[in-house]
């Protein structure tokens, strides 16, 4: 069965709207850098998200900028009071050291969970969790604790926010990558496979049982638009649920950003 992605984020959004937002008013900011074409697809969204719940977005745009002037931004919008939420889109051209790049933005301000100290949680991490809720509403967390979890990828956009989430709620999973031999056998012994690659077939059909549930985070882009890390015709009816692209993760993941947005711009106003 499809998750409906985009019912479960409308449902999110209509707690966001602009007359709850009128007093907070609430501004976020979007770094992007060069002209990956996923980066630019997201970076779209979240611009018209925005504009459904109130959420003043402005995006800083670059084709190409050095690591000095880039940094120089993000010092300037941490010390901008009317900036509630920074967001630096990723993956980062620059040549930069990813912890470096966690750290940059303010804690109060990293709506996107990066930092250490960040005070939000990874929307993609979110995102996974509303969906897996909307599959087992009742004793969530005591039935998830009790399911085999795949995390399949360790990239600082998906693989790895889950990963961390998941262990800060207490929540079991294994995580297999480029290196992981077993792959197969792994995916059908899980009953939930939460794939973060973004390449084709890294999950086949043959690779499934009929019970598990299958969430595609990873995305590349094919002729047709951007496609999830397997063959949707192929697992839909091999699987108890899947998430669908267009339509799956990604409208939760920009619900999820602009919870936090609306959060960080309500603590900052106070």
Known sequence: MKIDGRKLASEILKKLNKQDNKNSNPQL????????????VYVRQKEKIAKLVGVNLKIFRFKNTTVSKFTSLVT??????????????????????????????LPKKDV???????????????????????????NFLS??????????????????????????????????HSQTQNLDKLCLSSNIIISCVGKPDIVRHTMLK??????????????????????????KDKVRFYTPVPGGVGPLNVAM??????????????
């Open 210 to 235: 009929r019970s598990s549930i299958l969430i595609g985070v990873g995305l590349h882009p094919e002729n047709t638009g951007l496609k999830p890390d397997y063959n949707q015709e192929e697992v």
């Open 143 to 176: 039935w998830l604790k009790k399911e085999k979890v795949l995390i399949i990828g360790r990239g600082v956009t998906a693989g790895r926010p889950i990963a961390k989430y998941f262990s800060k709620k207490g929540l079991k999973f294994t995580v297999a």
């Open 257 to 270: 950003l602009m919870r936090n947005a609306v959060e960080a711009a309500k603590n900052q106003s106070n």
């Open 29 to 40: 900011a979007v770094i992007l850098i060069g002209e990956d074409e996923n980066s630019r």
């Open 76 to 105: 300037k919008l941490n010390a901008d009071p009317s900036v509630h939420g920074i967001i630096i889109q990723r993956p980062m051209p620059l040549k930069i050291e990813m912890e470096e790049l966690d750290n940059l933005v």
């Open 112 to 138: 996107d969970g990066f930092n250490p100290k960040s005070l939000f949680d990874p929307p993609v991490a979110l995102a996974v969790l509303e969906i897996l809720k909307s599959v087992h509403r009742n």
